[in-house]
Nanobody, 124 residues
């Protein structure tokens, strides 16, 4: 199962981007969906998650109030709206899917399916 992430690019600090994660081989409402990001030489970092139980989304403290994860059930797609981007947000962003117990939501090793990632670069 391959997820398809898109929407990255090169932007300036303060700009916005919306990332998309299409899932042609699974139904996003049946999985816990998440976004992670990674810079070279560092571990993959949790960004946001939307659980299949439709509970409140979870966010990393570093993006809370700036990023929003959402889901379009008709398009079977998950989005990450990123506002007020900062140079520290520069990373490759990955979407992930799995059926995760709540305590593991922020752990990349808990997810079964991943996309190829999309690069986000924020210049100052």
């Amino acid at each position: 199962v391959q997820l398809q992430a898109s929407g990255g690019g090169l932007v300036q600090a303060g700009d916005s981007l919306r990332l998309s994660c299409a899932a042609p081989e699974l139904t996003v409402t049946s999985y816990d969906m998440a976004w992670f990001r990674q810079v070279p030489g560092k571990e993959r970092e949790f960004v946001a998650a939307r659980r299949r139980t439709n509970s409140n989304p979870l966010y990393a403290d570093s993006v809370k109030g700036r990023f929003t994860i959402s889901r379009d059930n008709a398009k079977n797609t998950v989005y990450l709206q990123m506002n007020s981007l900062e140079p520290g947000d520069t990373a490759r962003y990955y979407c992930a899917a799995g059926r995760i117990i709540l305590s593991m939501t922020r752990r990349p090793e808990a997810y079964n399916y991943w996309g190829q990632g999309t690069q986000v670069t924020v210049s100052s």
